[in-house]
């Protein structure tokens, strides 16, 4: 298929800058581990790659172990060929009924592949009473569990006990981003997924509330929180872009509206005009459904940068962004012309590869969950 054919030739370019890949039986690594180098730089033009400065490097990034990655380019081409079409052709049916799917599922994947690696430790419910990362603060406004569902059912009845929801939620993310653009939009771009992920057989709590990276830290708390995980400025800036796509709930901007910092004003970093639309988009009371977006159609794309740049980023955390250092990489985004969202596709496509290699089970690790919210 012409897909897989361009996903392979992709797939040969990202392994000759990373290096080979193979499988692991060794236990699980530190959060901050990721399967992709750091200085991998997705083979761009060389007008387009970014150089991070050494002050920066040792600064905020930490470098992610060199160990093989325990996955591989169609894991299941034996075990259930059929099974990444079986997802395609799911998620596009899902997609054509409501585009908010995209967004959803790549929010969900972000803060799964957050909490001790990509393993589909969100989509567990309580086990034996215990509280799961859906009870977290900060996931308590996370959707797309059905459509992961739906997808798991499809693919039970063709391949039963065999494909794991954290690969099922990594591949339905990546082709999300795809239809958003296949649909005529300035969408997502392809980047290769490999598989061969195990479900999680816990669910953490603890981290979820404390470590998923809040809609209003500051600058510095940003980038550590990321460098965490193995991610640089540039990557984190990228990675940040995904608020492009879909919309914000005003409880997590709320502040900024009506007394940020105690003072009974606005967020003085705000735009004025912005402040007075969210304020009447949203209301004074608790708005808990009201949601907004950078652009009303909601397409992916740089336009987030542009925002950022005249003072009207939705999130405190967006915002910030052009507090410091980091401000480079979105003026670099922001770029009028093509330059600006080519350079951007490119370099989200790499960071989503690296988020989706964080910290994978595999081998005789975890469990392959036959119903994703439960384990077997």
Known sequence: MRWAAIAFAVFLVALSLVGPSGRSTQKKPNPSSSTTNASFIWGLPKFLRFQEDDDEASSYSSSPPTAAAPLEYDFYREKCPQAEEIVRSTMTQLYSRNAGVAPAL??????????????????????????????????????GFDAVDAIKTRVEVACPATVSCADILVLATRDGLVLD??????????????????????????????????????????????????????????????HSIGKLHCQFFRHRLYNFSGTGEPDGSMD???????????GAGDGATAAVGYQPEGRFGNHYYGRLLEGRGILHADQQLTAGRTVRWVRAYAAEGDSGLRAFRAEFAHAMVKLSGLSPLSGSEGQVRTRCSRLV
């Open 181 to 242: 653009f296949t649909f005529g939009k300035a969408g997502g771009p392809f980047y290769p997924v490999l598989t061969g992920r195990r479900d999680s057989e816990r669910s953490f709590f603890d981290e979820a509330q404390l470590q998923i990276p809040a809609p209003d830290d500051n600058y510095t708390k940003t980038l550590v929180n990321f460098a965490s995980r193995g991610f640089t400025e540039r990557e984190t800036v990228s990675l940040l872009g995904a």
């Open 106 to 143: 790549l929010r969900l994947l972000f803060h799964d592949c957050f909490i001790r690696g990509c393993d589909a430790s969100i989509l567990l419910d309580r086990v034996n009473g215990s509280s799961s990362e859906k009870d977290a603060a900060p996931n308590h406004t996370l959707k």
């Open 272 to 282: 004025l005009e912005m402040a007075a639309e969210m304020r009447a988009a949203c």
